[in-house]
T-cell receptor
Framework: GDSVTQMEGPVTLSEEAFLTINCTYT??????LFWYVQYPGEGLQLLLKATKADDKGSNKGFEATYRKETTSFHLEKGSVQVSDSAVYFC?????????????FGTGTRLTIIP | KAGVTQTPRYLIKTRGQQVTLSCSPI?????VSWYQQTPGQGLQFLFE???????NKGNFPGRFSGRQFSNSRSEMNVSTLELGDSALYLC?????????????FGPGTRLTVL
């Protein structure tokens, strides 16, 4: 079945540091890939997505590229801020009837220190 | 445009009781999905409804059920509550529910079973 493996947390960085959160996936078809972010006490917010190989999703300084050859969708940001502290989830949605549900990774808690 | 709304935001129940949670999707969205989030199991898919029909179901016991109304609003019901049902229940809506479609999440209902 489909699965998402995400970098174990927690991750603690200083403000303005470079961020990478690794994500790899296993899927039977050609999935769409997503990064969601969850702030304390809230639901999930879409951060970015990519729906086919070599697509790059970007938003708020975050980027991730859909790499079919390495089955990866790593999240990066060049300079993190304190406000980026949150839990980040990598997810996929596979094609094919009945497979469209989101399959999530375990989440990576990110803390940015001023 | 208003986001996904969920009511109530918090619930406290005792074992053996039943509970109904409500979700109002974004206007124009016809697909509604439900997810359970717990510290131990992470985010798990419960079921998805489209045009009042359940199209997809996760691996949960029959105590978990749902329905969707003609206005796309959805409810989920959990009967004979167990301690392990304590979780954040998230509802997500999308236009079509297809894999390339973005699912937008509500703030969740926090259920505590005593």
């Amino acid at each position: 079945g489909d699965s998402v493996t995400q970098m174990e947390g927690p991750v603690t960085l200083s403000e303005e540091a470079f961020l990478t959160i690794n994500c790899t996936y296993t899927a039977t078809g050609y999935p769409s890939l997503f990064w969601y972010v969850q702030y304390p006490g809230e639901g999930l917010q879409l951060l970015l997505k990519a729906t086919k190989a070599d697509d790059k999703g970007s938003n708020k300084g975050f980027e991730a590229t859909y790499r079919k050859e390495t089955t990866s969708f790593h999240l990066e940001k060049g300079s993190v801020q304190v406000s980026d502290s949150a839990v980040y989830f990598c997810a996929l949605s596979d094609r094919g009837f009945g497979n469209e549900k989101l399959t999530f990774g375990t989440g990576t808690r990110l803390t940015i220190i001023p | 445009k208003a986001g996904v709304t969920q009511t109530p935001r918090y619930l406290i129940k005792t074992r053996g009781q039943q509970v109904t949670l409500s979700c109002s999707p974004i206007s124009g969205h016809r697909s509604v999905s439900w997810y359970q989030q717990t510290p131990g199991q992470g985010l798990q898919f419960l079921f998805e409804y489209f045009s009042e029909t359940q199209r997809n179901k996760g691996n949960f016991p029959g105590r978990f059920s749902g329905r969707q109304f003609s206005n796309s609003r959805s409810e989920m019901n959990v009967s004979t509550l167990e301690l392990g049902d304590s979780a954040l229940y998230l509802c997500a809506s999308s236009v079509t529910g297809e894999s390339t479609d973005t699912q937008y999440f509500g703030p969740g209902t926090r259920l505590t079973v005593l």
